[in-house]
T-cell receptor, first 117, second 114 residues
Framework: AQKITQTQPGMFVQEKEAVTLDCTYD???????LFWYKQPSSGEMIFLIY??????QNATEGRYSLNFQKARKSANLVISASQLGDSAMYFC??????????????FGKGTHLIIQP | DTAVSQTPKYLVTQMGNDKSIKCEQN?????MYWYKQDSKKFLKIMFS???????INETVPNRFSPKSPDKAHLNLHINSLELGDSAVYFC?????????????FGEGSRLTVL
C-alpha cells in the first residue's frame, strides 16, 4: 500500500520568504501521481499542483513548484515569496494510477503553515 | 456555479440518531468519493463509486451506507450516530480516465455528535 509522510506538523515563516514543505512517499508501483492541496481555515480543499511519476520536469504553477526527486521518493512543495494568505494546512497526496481510476488519493498528515508579517 | 456541492454544511445531532449528507457534482465526472477528516485533520477515504458502482469500501462501520442514485450524486447515510463520528465529511469527484486523477472537493460537512 502507498504511504505519504509529511514530517513538519507546523511551520512559521516570515512574509516574502520562500517556503519548502516536505513530503516523502512510498510505493512500489511505477505509475503514480503526486498532489498538493491547500486547506485554509475556511475548510475547503484547494488543488495546488500535480506531478506525474513519468513527468521529466518539475511541475510549476505560479508561485508554487514541486521539487520532485524520484530516486529519493520526495515531492516537496516550494512556495516562493510567501504571502499572509498562504497561511493554511497543506496536504501532500498520492494516487497510484496516474491518470484516473477510482482509487482516490492517499493523504499525508499535513503541515500547518503560518506566515508572519 | 458550485462544482461539487454538499448539504448540509453543518449538522449537530444527538448520539443514536440517523442522519444523511447529500452530494452532487455538475462536472460530468463518473467517479465520486467520501472522505472523513478527523479532529487532527487527517483525511481518509471511506468510499468510492464509479458510474454508481461501489469500488472502494474501506474499513468503515456498516452504520455508514453510501448510495449513488446516478453518477452525479453520492449520498452518505449514517445510522446510530456515535461520538466518534464527529468529523468533517468531504465529498469529491474525478473522472476515471483523466490526465492526472485530480479530485475536486466539496466544501465539507461538519458533523457534531453530542
Amino acid at each position: 500500500a502507498q504511504k505519504i509522510t509529511q514530517t513538519q506538523p507546523g511551520m512559521f515563516v516570515q512574509e516574502k520568504e520562500a517556503v519548502t514543505l516536505d513530503c516523502t512517499y512510498d510505493t512500489s508501483d511505477p505509475s503514480y501521481g503526486l498532489f498538493w492541496y491547500k486547506q485554509p481555515s475556511s475548510g475547503e480543499m484547494i488543488f495546488l499542483i500535480y506531478q506525474g511519476s513519468y513527468d521529466q520536469q518539475n511541475a510549476t504553477e505560479g508561485r508554487y513548484s514541486l521539487n520532485f526527486q524520484k530516486a529519493r521518493k520526495s515531492a516537496n512543495l516550494v512556495i516562493s515569496a510567501s504571502q499572509l494568505g498562504d497561511s493554511a494546512m497543506y496536504f501532500c497526496a498520492m494516487t497510484l494510477r496516474s491518470g484516473g481510476g477510482a482509487d482516490g488519493l492517499t493523504f499525508g498528515k499535513g503541515t500547518h503553515l503560518i506566515i508572519q508579517p | 456555479d458550485t462544482a461539487v456541492s454538499q448539504t448540509p454544511k453543518y449538522l449537530v445531532t444527538q448520539m443514536g440518531n440517523d442522519k444523511s449528507i447529500k452530494c452532487e457534482q455538475n462536472l460530468g465526472h463518473d467517479t465520486m468519493y467520501w472522505y472523513k477528516q478527523d479532529s487532527k485533520k487527517f483525511l481518509k477515504i471511506m468510499f468510492s463509486y464509479n458510474n454508481k458502482e461501489l469500488i472502494i469500501n474501506e474499513t468503515v462501520p456498516n452504520r455508514f451506507s453510501p448510495k449513488s442514485p446516478d453518477k452525479a450524486h453520492l449520498n452518505l447515510h449514517i445510522n446510530s450516530l456515535e461520538l466518534g463520528d464527529s468529523a468533517v465529511y468531504f465529498c469529491a469527484s474525478s473522472q476515471w480516465e483523466t490526465n492526472t486523477g485530480e479530485l475536486f472537493f466539496g466544501e465539507g460537512s461538519r458533523l457534531t455528535v453530542l
